[in-house]
């Protein structure tokens, strides 16, 4: 099994759920990235995602926005960023993943963009704007590389293509939980929970949730119908006001409370 299957199994054998953040590499600089990942992992993370700047993101909002400008002008490439989750696979135990648009990839080379981040211990990829139509020109490699693609759904995906899509891969599938961009909500749509309880009938991989999560009660309500939760926004904020407490109490809501004897 990779660390995407041991990681799950492990969860449902213990009855808990998934918890993983969201960072922006380069955000308060490179140099920084592998202690933010090992802070995220003692917090309590299951796996983490780690997001590629970009210049012209079209999923972001405005938080990873400004977050990817940030980086970007600290001068943050993709290489560096590869070279520094090299030095975290040393620490950093939990699955990692690397969210990236399609550009940056094809700049860098398919090929040697695969080799690199197998060789620094990368476990997933997500890239938003390449459609399974599509995926053909990095899975053979990715998959030859044991490194999981992570498909996405929205709630405007028909149930049979996400059942097309949820059947591919070993890691797990990424529900996108607004009809927009990413950034903190205060509510969701009223078919939510529905959606996400038909998504994970059919899946045969875990159900991950995303976008716009930021509290315990989202959390604790939302995995009610999947497997877990992945939250960036909010995390990117914490980072960025160094508010440190507020960020390990919101990533404790799966970890078992004490018991009062």
Excluded at 157 to 178: A, D, W
Excluded at 236 to 245: G, I, Q, T
């Amino acid at each position: 099994m990779n660390r995407f299957e041991k990681t799950f199994t492990a969860l449902k054998e213990n009855n808990t759920k998934a918890f993983v953040p969201y960072i922006m590499a380069g955000d308060g600089g490179l140099e920084c990235l592998v202690e933010r990942l090992t802070l995220l992992e003692k917090f309590g993370a299951t796996a983490i995602e780690v997001g590629v700047p970009f210049s012209d993101p079209v999923a972001d909002g405005p938080t990873i926005q400004r977050a990817g400008i940030r980086a970007l002008e600290n001068g943050t490439t993709l290489k560096g960023i590869i070279a520094e989750l090299g030095k975290a696979r040393k620490y950093v135990s939990v699955p990692i993943l690397i969210m990236t648009y399609l550009n940056p990839i094809y700049s860098y080379g398919i090929d040697e963009f695969v080799r690199d981040i197998r060789l620094a211990g990368v476990d997933g990829c997500i890239i938003p704007d390449l459609p399974i139509e599509e995926e053909e020109i990095i899975t053979p490699q990715l998959e030859k590389a044991e490194i999981e693609l992570i498909r996405l759904v929205t709630l405007t995906t028909p149930m049979e293509r996400i059942k097309t899509i949820s059947s591919k891969g070993k890691g797990f599938l990424y529900t996108v939980t607004i009809k927009g961009i990413t950034g903190v909500r205060n509510e969701y749509d009223s078919e939510l929970n529905q959606f996400l309880k038909s998504v994970k009938d059919v899946s045969p991989i875990p159900v991950l949730a995303g976008f716009g999560i930021s509290n315990q009660d989202q959390i604790t309500d939302l995995t009610k119908y999947c497997d877990g939760v992945i939250v960036g926004s909010k995390i990117v904020d914490l980072f960025n006001s160094e508010n440190l407490l507020e960020m390990e109490q919101l990533m404790s809501v799966f970890k078992p409370k004490s018991k009062i004897v």
